[in-house]
């Protein structure tokens, strides 16, 4: 019986060597397979709570319509006088019994004082404030990419739970008109705001980022939004006959425990966000056959529960 050549053993030594050294990562990519055949609804679900904030209470309003409570998360980070001001607003009764009295369809709702100039001047806000469209951060926010092509920034992601655009040093960020975004309306002064509260609800109006000051979104309550009645003409002039009522706003850290509702918000810097970030790229389960690897910025509901 002849001898195995020797070039021949030290090849077979090789190849299980390289065999023995690759299980690990062979282990690793059907782990990886594994976590992205998870569907969004199996992401959020598996959440763990570590993955979960609650609000800041001194930084939510309670919207009371008649249909309902809409709840609004501010954003200081991004628009610090715009949620101060609306506040002392709040707090002085001035959006009280007033109305959503511009809604177009498809666009936004605008609400408040149908007629700020005739508003009596409240003792701390101001009914007039200057625009804060964008942010200037020194050291950049702690930002979840996006990692896709976006028309409108150079960048796009998320921050604290709110959709996020910024220029490429970083330092420059602004909140996006996503669905449900919280934003002040203006006349063409660009700092002519302070009352005119609007909410999109409609598909995303990005070309109206950095051109009014978006300083909060809505995390609960857009039923009660969508189911206000449509102004008459679409240029949605002023209409405060569809009785589309604003019976109270109220900061949420004003209000007894027992009327808040127990709402959690995912971390958008969580792993769970960002796997549900992937999938949502690519959606899979049995229904779908074709999967895109995209996502708009403004597609990526950031989830809301009730605390368990």
Known sequence: MSKAHPTKNIMMKINLLITITMLPLSFYIAAKEVQLLKTPYQIIAGAPDTDWRSLDLNNTLYITLESGTVVVELAPQFAPNHVDNTKKLVRESVFNNTSFYRVIDGFVAQGGPANPEKTSQPKNGKLTIDGEFTAAQQKPFEFTSLDNFDGYADEVGYVGGFAVGRNKNKKTNWLLHCYGAFAMGRANEVNSGGT???????TAQRYLDRNTT?????????QHIQALKRSTTLAGEIDVTKGNNIIKIQVASDLKPEQLLPLQIMKTNSNSFKALIQSRKNRNGEWFVYQHNYIDVCSVAVPVRIQK
Do not use: K
């Open 214 to 222: 978006v300083f909060g979104r809505v995390v609960s309550g857009m």
């Open 196 to 202: 005119e509260l609007y909410i999109v609800i409609g």
